[in-house]
T-cell receptor, first 113, second 113 residues
């Protein structure tokens, strides 16, 4: 089945700096890549997603890039704010894996004042 | 719109007992999926229900079972609880039997002693 690896596990940045979280996937049949943000005591919330026929997608301060050849995708957050502090998960859906959603292990992002 | 609601929020059980968790999907959603999230890990797919039938299943034993009702709400049942079943159980809903753009509830924290 699909395997998604995520790095780093923790990331600390100063307010206003950029943050980058990287993920790799194993199944070349994967075609949908969402990113979820999970705040303490809450369930994951979808913040952005990208399909395999698109290389980059942007939504205000958040962007995701996809490199299908290398089988990796990244989340970029610019002008970070304290409210961006949370755990971020990448995930992938593989058509070869029955369209099941596989999550990475998460990145704890801390934005310091 | 209340979003995805789960009950109870916390639960304590002992080994060998059985537990039932409940989920009401977001208005307009007919598909419910369940995930197990161990501490410090990403959510792991348990199963998906659509039209009152289990449509997909992850790598979980038969001790994990579910049900979906005509109003699209769902239950997760776990029999013969093990210490390793302690985790946050998340319910997610979506429209039309997809694993894309999932809406998650805040989860039920299960502790098995």
């Amino acid at each position: 089945g699909e395997n998604v690896e995520q790095h780093p596990s923790t990331l600390s940045v100063q307010e206003g700096d950029s943050a980058v979280i990287k993920c790799t996937y194993s199944d070349s049949a994967s075609n949908y890549f969402p990113w979820y943000k999970q705040e303490l005591g809450k369930g994951p919330q979808l913040i952005i997603d990208i399909r395999s026929n698109v290389g980059e997608k942007k939504d205000q301060r958040i962007a995701v890039t996809l490199n299908k050849t290398a089988k990796h995708f990244s989340l970029h957050i610019t002008e970070t704010q304290p409210e961006d502090s949370a755990v971020y998960f990448c995930a992938a859906i593989s058509t070869g894996g029955g369209n099941k959603l596989t999550f990475g292990t998460g990145t704890q992002l801390k934005v310091e004042l | 719109d209340a979003g995805v609601t789960q009950s109870p929020t916390h639960l304590i059980k002992t080994r060998g007992q059985q537990v039932t968790l409940r989920c009401s999907p977001k208005s307009g959603h007919d598909t419910v999926s369940w995930y197990q999230q161990a501490l410090g890990q990403g959510p792991q797919f348990i199963f998906q229900y659509y039209e009152e039938e289990e449509r997909q299943r992850g790598n979980f034993p038969d001790r994990f079972s579910g049900h979906q009702f005509p109003n699209y709400s769902s239950e997760l049942n776990v029999n013969a609880l093990l210490l390793g079943d302690s985790a946050l159980y998340l319910c997610a809903s979506s429209p039309g039997r997809t694993n894309e753009k999932l809406f998650f509830g805040s989860g039920t924290q299960l502790s098995v002693l």
